[in-house]
């Protein structure tokens, strides 16, 4: 009986030097107690802990960071858009005030653009409502992108309105100065007529009809060529509105030059 129990003692001991367990690159000794007597491990080790749901815990923390994450920019987006939109809304407040307001557009001008801006209103209303309700950032972003493609009120709404304002503005000048030079050629033939001299006051009015004539080319024209203009045009062509303005300012000149010269010829008449 001596004999075995030194025997086991002996194996035992010696399993237990021997015995080790790795754990990362750290080689921890597991206690007697926590071997059998053959070597084998028991069931229960008190001393060591391990968290099963560790790396579970991670996976859901980070997803749940990064759905934050997801959110916020998302909001973000659409806080933005929703800012832009509004800013527009104002800006077209405004040209319908001044459309109204406007006493030299023509009817059929007048109708054009408030229909235009009235759609463009409408438009972006819809779009602010589809954005708010948008659940991914891809979709937000289109729909703020459709903001500028789809409207250009700053690009094209606003600038045509001021642009067929003045063309309109300058069409009703030029009709009145138009009548005008038939008004002074009449008095001329008739002062001609009587003998008079008139040769220096014809230079004047031949003048003042190639200012009023050119003049009223470049507004009937512009008119023309802008009041029919929608956002994919300006798309398609950044430029397409790109010298208008200079141009109406060089028939605003001619016009003036004009009215000098009627002014001029009114005054020659005086003195025949």
């Given at each position: 009986m001596k004999t075995i129990q030194s025997t086991s003692t002996i194996m035992k001991v010696a399993i237990i030097s021997a015995a080790t367990v790795m754990s990362g690159f750290a080689l921890?000794?597991?206690?007697?107690?926590?071997?059998?007597?053959?070597?084998?491990a028991k069931a229960t080790t008190p001393n060591v802990k391990v968290?099963?749901?560790?790396?579970?815990?991670?996976?859901?923390?980070?997803?749940?960071?990064?759905?934050?994450?997801?959110?916020?920019?998302?909001?973000?987006?659409?806080?933005?858009?929703?800012?832009?939109?509004?800013?527009?809304?104002?800006?077209?407040?405004?040209?319908?005030?001044?459309?109204?307001?406007?006493?030299?557009?023509?009817?059929?001008?007048?109708?054009?653009?408030?229909?235009?801006?009235?759609?463009?209103?409408?438009?972006?209303?819809?779009?602010?409502?589809?954005?708010?309700?948008?659940?991914?950032?891809?979709?937000?972003?289109?729909?703020?992108?459709?903001?500028?493609?789809?409207y250009r009120v700053y690009a094209l709404v606003a600038p045509k309105v001021g642009l067929i304002k003045v063309a309109d503005d300058q069409q009703v000048a030029e009709e009145k100065l138009q009548a005008l030079t038939q008004k002074f050629q009449t008095r001329l033939n008739a002062a001609r007529s009587k003998g008079k001299n008139v040769d220096a006051l014809e230079a004047v009015l031949?003048?003042?009809?190639?200012?009023?004539?050119?003049?009223?080319?470049?507004?009937?024209?512009?008119?023309?060529?802008?009041?029919?203009?929608?956002?994919?045009?300006?798309n398609n062509d950044h430029a397409v509105l790109s010298g208008n303005s200079a141009q109406l300012k060089t028939a605003h000149a001619d016009n003036i030059a004009a009215y000098q010269d009627a002014k001029q010829i009114a005054a020659g008449l005086k003195g025949l």
């Open positions: 921890i000794p597991v206690p007697a107690n926590a071997l059998s007597l053959d070597g084998s968290d099963t749901n560790a790396n579970v815990n991670v996976t859901t923390d980070s997803t749940s960071t990064s759905t934050a994450n997801e959110k916020a920019r998302l909001q973000n987006i659409i806080t933005k858009g929703d800012q832009e939109i509004a800013r527009r809304l104002a800006s077209l407040s405004k040209l319908t005030s001044k459309i109204d307001a406007a006493t030299k557009l023509t009817n059929a001008d007048k109708a054009t653009l408030t229909a235009e801006v009235n759609a463009t209103t409408s438009g972006l209303n819809t779009l602010k409502a589809k954005l708010d309700a948008e659940t991914t950032i891809v979709a937000a972003r289109a729909d703020v992108q459709s903001i500028y493609t789809e031949s003048d003042m009809i190639q200012k009023v004539n050119a003049s009223a080319s470049i507004s009937s024209t512009i008119q023309a060529k802008v009041i029919g203009l929608q956002p994919t045009d300006y």
